[in-house]
């Protein structure tokens, strides 16, 4: 499970209808109850999302044995919706990521 965090001006679209609606954008059968959203296509053989707070909580299950043209496509409908949702590009989610993940040195 990924976690992602969001612009206050994309808060908004934390609401479960909210990320049900732009689901529906990029994506094929959306569903879900209660505050957590499915949808799948492509190579996502499942992407379950929810809100927790001010992030985003993201669990993806991939299909790897699409052909290269329909992974591409999936990569492509999963940063706009990520971009859509949470308000970061691509380059954004990952500068921001590689900023979290990086501990401080002891004795530095």
């Known amino acids: 499970m990924q ?3 969001v612009r206050p001006s994309h808060r908004a679209n934390l609401s479960p209808e909210a990320l049900e609606r732009i689901l529906k954008t990029h ?3 959306v569903g ?3 505050p957590e959203r499915t949808a799948s296509w492509g190579a996502l053989t499942r992407l379950s ?3 927790d707070g001010r992030e985003l909580w993201v669990d ?3 299909n790897p044995k699409v052909t290269v ?3 591409s496509e999936t990569v492509a409908r999963y940063n706009r919706f990520l ?3 949470c308000g970061y590009t691509t380059k954004e989610r990952a500068k921001r990521l590689k900023k979290a993940t990086v501990a401080p040195v ?3």
């Open 83 to 85: 971009e859509e949702t």
């Open 60 to 62: 993806v299950t991939m």
């Open 3 to 5: 976690k992602y965090p």
């Open 106 to 108: 002891p004795g530095e």
């Open 49 to 51: 999302v929810r809100a």
């Open 27 to 29: 994506f094929e059968s």
């Open 32 to 34: 879900g109850t209660g």
């Open 69 to 71: 043209e329909v992974a």
